[in-house]
């Protein structure tokens, strides 16, 4: 099974920056893609971006497109969220996510983004 360690969640004002990092180690498996989900209290698990291991590929949800940028640096099976711009409503529990396919099969345990207005 593939592992995924998260870090550079934490506490940040409105209109400031963090950078995720994920990297993934373990089993081979057939990585179709990287990405990010978030969950705030009392919502579902919701897109926030996506890119292809050839990184030829890149989808964002719209609350972020043009504030969030998705990256990986193959050398160290690392995916990055630089988040800049960021609002209250970006306050989640943000979880990185390997695709086999078109659908995440594994996930980190998260790490929390707080936004503070």
């Known amino acids: 099974q593939v592992q995924l360690v998260e870090s550079g969640g934490g506490l940040v004002q409105a209109g400031g920056s963090l950078r995720l990092s994920c990297a993934a180690s373990?089993?081979?498996?057939?990585?179709?893609?990287m990405g990010w989900y978030r969950q705030a209290p009392g919502k579902e698990r919701e897109f926030v971006a996506r890119i292809s291991v050839t990184a030829t590929s890149r989808d964002y949800a719209d609350s972020v497109t043009g504030r969030f940028t998705i990256s990986r640096l193959l050398a160290k099976n690392t995916v990055y969220l630089q988040m800049n711009s960021l609002k209250p409503e970006d306050t989640a529990i943000y979880y990185c996510?390997?695709?086999?396919?078109?659908?995440?099969?594994?996930w980190g345990q998260g790490t929390q983004v707080t936004v503070s207005s």
């Open positions: 373990g089993s081979d498996i057939s990585i179709n893609a």
């Open positions: 996510a390997v695709y086999s396919g078109n659908k995440p099969e594994y």
